[in-house]
């Protein structure tokens, strides 16, 4: 709690409540007509009848009262007021509620993989991000490389980060601190990218710099619709990378949880694999992974 001490003036009638730091740039001079909607110090202060006026300015709070009361009955309780609302908004006005990130720990396929969600979004599109190398342009990522020497990869899309761990710890003696960091560094408003997002839509533009032929677009489209949901839920990317016509094979690549997935194969192959057959008989017969 900050230290108040109380001062006299000059009038008899008004005494000063002075602070230990600034309270406001500028000034304020507040009557029973002044609006003070957003000032719960005021507000405090004037339910006492005696109180006419507040002025409020750099370090301190003068409060000016009614002849018919002495300052020896009613300064004590008054700065009682002042030290209780300054606790509650040191800045005098009203502080707003601060939105909150909730993050939770979410396991995924790849055991190597933790997925960390929240309830917030915090990407349009997704960054990953291989080492520590490539984390400068990525300032979530670099504190957690900086932070933790077990991280290999940090991938970040939509309301997730997905962290890739080496073998040096298992989840449940980190989990916990990994959770805590990434709160502290949502909460505090920093930036999670210095770099574009990659879109989700057609990130084959971005990776080869071509456009979807339209087989390809058909396989991207079931992908999105009945694949993608699961695989993200996973913490992980699905795209298709190459279609190859001659072999009827459809190329993935595989990012976030799903890259190094031991399941990854057996996903494909009985998942992923069986739903574009079934859609697409005629074009695709097996599909290939690319990690990411």
């Not at 005696?50 to 409060?63: E, G, H, L, T």
């Not at 459809?250 to 998942?271: E, H, I, N, Y």
Request: aromatic share 8%.
């Amino acid at each position: 709690m900050h230290t108040i001490i109380i001062e006299p003036t000059a009038n008899p009638n008004v005494i000063k409540f002075v602070a230990d730091y600034t309270l406001i740039p500028g000034s304020l001079e507040l009557d029973r007509t002044s609006d003070i909607s957003e000032i719960p110090l005021a507000q405090e202060l004037f339910n006492y009848p005696f109180v006419s006026k507040v002025f409020i300015s750099a370090n301190f709070v003068a409060v000016a009262k009614e002849d018919h009361v002495e300052w020896e009955h009613i300064a004590e309780s008054l700065k009682n007021v002042i030290e209780d609302e300054l606790l509650a908004n040191p800045r005098i006005y009203r502080q707003k509620p601060q939105q909150r990130y909730e993050i939770f720990a979410e396991m995924t396929p790849n055991p190597s993989v933790m997925k960390f969600g929240g309830n917030r979004l915090l990407l349009d599109g997704f960054v990953e991000v291989k080492s520590r190398e490539e984390a400068d342009e990525v300032p979530l990522a670099k504190v957690l490389y900086d932070e933790f020497k077990f991280v290999k990869e940090v991938f970040v899309s939509e309301n997730f980060v997905a962290v890739t761990k080496d073998d040096s710890v298992q989840w449940h003696e980190v989990m916990t601190v990994v959770r805590n960091v990434i709160a502290e560094f949502l909460q505090n408003g920093h930036k999670i990218t210095n770099k574009e997002p990659q879109k989700h839509e057609s990130p084959v533009e971005k990776i080869i710099n071509r456009e979807y032929t339209d087989v390809e677009q058909k396989i991207s489209d079931i992908l999105t619709e009945y694949v993608s949901p699961a695989v993200e839920n996973d913490g992980g990317k699905i795209s298709l990378l190459e279609y190859d016509a001659e072999n009827k094979t459809a190329k993935m690549l595989l990012q976030g949880a799903c890259s190094g997935c031991p399941s990854s194969t057996a996903t494909l192959k009985g998942g992923i694999e069986q739903v574009l057959k079934n859609f697409l008989p005629d074009l695709v017969e097996k599909v290939e992974a690319v990690n990411g």
